[in-house]
C-alpha cells in the first residue's frame, strides 16, 4: 500500500507534490541527518565536502545554500570562508527552525522560499549551493532557470544530487536495499511512507546527461558533472553566462 502511494510520483502536479513534500519534510525536520544517513550509507557527509572542491570564492562573495535543510552544507560554507555572507534558503519552516538551533553560533540569515519563486533580485549572488534537493521542488526546470536569474554573471551554481549508478553489481544492491529503506525509516524515524517517497524520488529523478540538458535550457554554461561512488550521487556544476 505504501509503494502504490508513490509510484505515479513523476505524473502528478507540481501543486500535488509540492504538498506531499512539505508534508514529508514537516515529518522527518527532527530525522533528517539520520535520514541522509540511510539513504546514503552515511557517505553524504563525505560527498558534501567535495561540493568545495569546486568553488574558490572570494572574500567579498556571498553564498545560498539553497534548499539547506538542516544546515549541512551552511555550517561548511562558514568554518571554510568565516568572512563571506551565507543566507540559507529552505521551503520548510520546521527545517529551517532546526538549522537554527544547529547553527546558532553561525553568522548566517534564513529566508522559507520555494526555489521555483526566489525572492531575490536579479544577480545577486556568487556562488549556490544545492545537496539532495533539486529532485524535491515542484518544478526542476523553473528552479533551474530561476538559479540561474539571480546568480550574478560568471557565477557558480554546484548541485549534489542522488544519480543513474552506472555499475551493475552497484545498482543490484542499491535496488535491493532500496526495498527495505521504507522499513529502516519506520525503525529509526518512526516514518515508513515519508521515506518511500524519498526512494521512489531518487529513482524518477533526470540522470546524469539528463540534468546537464536541463542546465543548457535553463541558461547555464561551462557544464561539468563529476559521478560519486559509480553514479549512486553525482556533483553538476554550471556558470551563469557573462
Same mark, same amino acid.
Given at each position: 500500500?505504501?509503494?502504490?502511494?508513490?509510484?505515479?510520483?513523476?505524473?502528478?502536479?507540481?501543486?500535488?507534490?509540492?504538498?506531499?513534500?512539505?508534508?514529508?519534510f514537516?515529518?522527518?525536520?527532527?530525522?533528517?541527518?539520520?535520514m541522509?544517513?540511510i539513504?546514503?550509507?552515511?557517505?553524504?557527509?563525505v560527498?558534501?565536502?567535495?561540493i568545495?572542491?569546486?568553488?574558490?570564492?572570494?572574500?567579498?562573495?556571498?553564498? *545560498?545554500?539553497?534548499?539547506?535543510?538542516?544546515?549541512?552544507?551552511?555550517? *561548511?560554507?562558514k568554518?571554510?570562508f568565516?568572512?563571506?555572507?551565507?543566507?540559507?534558503?529552505?521551503?520548510?519552516?520546521?527545517m529551517?527552525?532546526?538549522?537554527?538551533i544547529?547553527?546558532?553560533e553561525?553568522?548566517?540569515?534564513?529566508?522559507c522560499?520555494?526555489?521555483?519563486f526566489?525572492?531575490?533580485?536579479?544577480?545577486?549572488?556568487?556562488?549556490?549551493?544545492l545537496?539532495?534537493g533539486l529532485?524535491?521542488?515542484?518544478?526542476?526546470?523553473?528552479?533551474?532557470?530561476e538559479?540561474?536569474?539571480?546568480?550574478?554573471?560568471?557565477?557558480?551554481?554546484?548541485?549534489?544530487?542522488?544519480?543513474?549508478?552506472?555499475r551493475?553489481?552497484?545498482?543490484?544492491?542499491?535496488?535491493?536495499?532500496?526495498?527495505?529503506v521504507?522499513?529502516?525509516?519506520?525503525?529509526?524515524a518512526?516514518? *515508513?511512507?515519508?521515506?518511500?517517497?524519498?526512494?521512489?524520488?531518487?529513482?524518477?529523478?533526470?540522470?546524469?546527461?539528463?540534468?546537464t540538458?536541463?542546465?543548457?535550457?535553463?541558461?547555464?554554461?561551462?557544464?561539468?558533472?563529476?559521478?560519486?561512488?559509480d553514479?549512486?550521487?553525482?556533483i553538476?556544476?554550471?556558470?551563469?553566462?557573462?
Amino acid at each position: 500500500m505504501i509503494k502504490n502511494k508513490f509510484k505515479n510520483l513523476k505524473s502528478i502536479s507540481s501543486n500535488t507534490k509540492g504538498r506531499l513534500v512539505k508534508k514529508v519534510f514537516n515529518d522527518v525536520s527532527k530525522n533528517y541527518d539520520k535520514m541522509n544517513d540511510i539513504l546514503s550509507f552515511g557517505l553524504h557527509r563525505v560527498w558534501k565536502k567535495l561540493i568545495f572542491d569546486f568553488i574558490k570564492p572570494h572574500e567579498n562573495e556571498n553564498f *545560498m545554500d539553497l534548499a539547506g535543510g538542516s544546515g549541512d552544507i551552511s555550517k *561548511m560554507i562558514k568554518l571554510k570562508f568565516p568572512k563571506n555572507k551565507c543566507i540559507l534558503v529552505d521551503s520548510n519552516v520546521k527545517m529551517i527552525n532546526e538549522a537554527k538551533i544547529k547553527l546558532k553560533e553561525y553568522d548566517i540569515d534564513y529566508v522559507c522560499a520555494e526555489a521555483e519563486f526566489l525572492p531575490f533580485k536579479q544577480d545577486n549572488f556568487n556562488n549556490i549551493l544545492l545537496a539532495f534537493g533539486l529532485r524535491n521542488f515542484s518544478c526542476i526546470d523553473k528552479s533551474l532557470k530561476e538559479i540561474n536569474r539571480v546568480l550574478k554573471k560568471r557565477g557558480r551554481f554546484v548541485c549534489l544530487e542522488f544519480s543513474e549508478i552506472n555499475r551493475r553489481s552497484l545498482k543490484k544492491i542499491f535496488n535491493l536495499y532500496s526495498s527495505i529503506v521504507p522499513s529502516l525509516g519506520l525503525v529509526f524515524a518512526k516514518n *515508513m511512507s515519508a521515506y518511500s517517497y524519498l526512494i521512489e524520488s531518487i529513482k524518477i529523478f533526470p540522470n546524469q546527461m539528463e540534468l546537464t540538458k536541463k542546465l543548457k535550457d535553463a541558461g547555464f554554461k561551462n557544464i561539468d558533472c563529476y559521478d560519486l561512488f559509480d553514479g549512486l550521487a553525482s556533483i553538476h556544476i554550471g556558470e551563469k553566462k557573462g
